[in-house]
């Protein structure tokens, strides 16, 4: 089982990663982050994810899905953005948004290793 900042450090391991954070989507707040660069505030892009997250699950709950979000992608010009709620019991509420270059990453592989840490992650 790995801890709040060796899962962080896990995540910004996995190519093309830009900034990683563990962001409780009731609140908005971030409770841990790494990476990150000087023109994207990381704490604010977290939080600004939070409304996707909610929108998502009011959205399943209004549609009766009995379903769970695996993770959400958001594909920008440059960018992959990846949202994963954690599914552990102790991990209800939050989720880990993962921020990679797409030039220099594979998506697939990166899913992959994010769903590994958030499973492995103990907190």
């Known amino acids: 089982m790995a801890n709040l900042d060796t899962a962080l450090k896990d ?28 023109e ?3 704490t604010v892009a977290a939080a600004g994810n939070t409304d ?16 769970d979000i695996e993770d959400m992608l ?7 953005h990846i949202i994963r709620p954690l599914t552990g019991p102790t991990g209800k ?8 270059s797409k030039t220099r990453s594979n998506l697939a592989l990166a899913r ?4 590994t840490i958030e499973e ?3 907190l």
């Open 11 to 38: 995540a910004m391991s996995i190519d093309g990663a830009i900034g990683v954070a563990l962001v409780d989507y009731t609140s908005g707040m971030t409770l841990g982050v790494a990476g990150g660069t000087p």
């Open 40 to 42: 994207i505030d990381l």
């Open 52 to 67: 996707v997250v909610r929108a998502k699950m009011r959205t399943i709950e209004m549609l009766k899905l009995n379903d």
């Open 74 to 80: 958001i594909t920008l010009g440059g960018q992959y």
């Open 93 to 100: 509420g939050l989720f880990l948004y993962l921020m990679l």
């Open 112 to 115: 992959h290793q994010l769903r």
């Open 120 to 122: 492995q992650l103990e």
